[in-house]
């Protein structure tokens, strides 16, 4: 199955409506989430022409004074929601983590605790607005306290990171770059597929990058899936 993490800064436009419609076209993905919508509401019309079908259920969390938003879409044929808090068998959450580094702490402490109530397969994905290390940011000279702060976070939660294979960066923006979007599970995640292969699709209408995650998991069933409004 494939699942796609998009950051598109707005879906408002004919052209944004048409690179969604191409993507999702493209790939297949099973789930699709699309961070910092830009919007409150989508119209059903809207998610069956996104999807390419009426085969999908969605969720909505909506923007804030056209900022942030989160839509998260799946497979209704494959995909079976139940409640977060009632044990799933697995659990997706789609992030649009803060800019300010405070209220990112404030995000990652409130996420840590969330999973303490969750005993199931995980995986987190979306726009993390940091990264782990300096190779992951184009011309940085070293490691920071918000990268240690982070990366101290994927520790201590035991987080696993999800290697893009075939892009280094994944926001560019004039000259700079850095790998800020990504997909991380729980160790249990890991157990429950064959394997687990990440990358990207070209810039398209954004300067974040579509991530996709592909996993040649055997089909043994509809697994329910729920977002985490952030």
């Known amino acids: 199955m494939k699942i796609l993490s998009w950051n598109l800064k707005g879906t408002g436009s004919f052209h944004k409506h048409a690179a969604i419609k191409s993507t999702v076209r493209a790939i297949k993905p099973i789930i699709a ?8 509401n989508f119209e ?45 068998r697995c659990a997706v959450y789609l992030l649009y983590a803060p800019i300010d580094q405070s209220d990112r702490t404030t995000f990652w402490n409130q996420l840590g605790s969330l999973m303490h109530n969750v005993n199931a397969p995980m995986l987190f994905m979306g ?8 190779e992951e940011r184009k011309h940085a000279t070293g490691l920071t306290s918000n990268m240690r702060k982070f990366a101290a976070w994927v520790q201590d939660l035991g987080l696993v990171d999800i290697k893009i294979q075939n892009k280094k960066f994944t926001w560019m923006r004039a000259n700079s770059a850095s790998r800020i979007n ?5 160790h249990d995640w890991l157990g429950a597929f064959q394997s687990l292969n990440a990358y990207c699709r070209e810039k398209l209408l954004s300067d974040h990058l579509a991530i996709i995650l592909d996993t040649e998991a055997e089909d043994s069933g509809p697994k329910p899936f729920r977002s985490l409004d952030c």
């Open 127 to 134: 726009d993390f607005n940091e990264v782990l290390t300096p």
């Open 44 to 88: 059903s019309q809207d998610i069956v022409a996104f999807w390419g079908g009426n085969r999908v259920n969605w969720e909505v969390s909506p923007a804030l004074n056209n900022v942030g938003g989160l839509l998260l879409m799946w497979d209704s044929n494959a995909i079976t929601v139940e409640n977060l808090l009632k044990t799933p």
């Open 33 to 40: 989430g699309l961070i910092e919508t830009k919007a409150e």
């Open 182 to 186: 990504r997909f991380q599970v729980t």
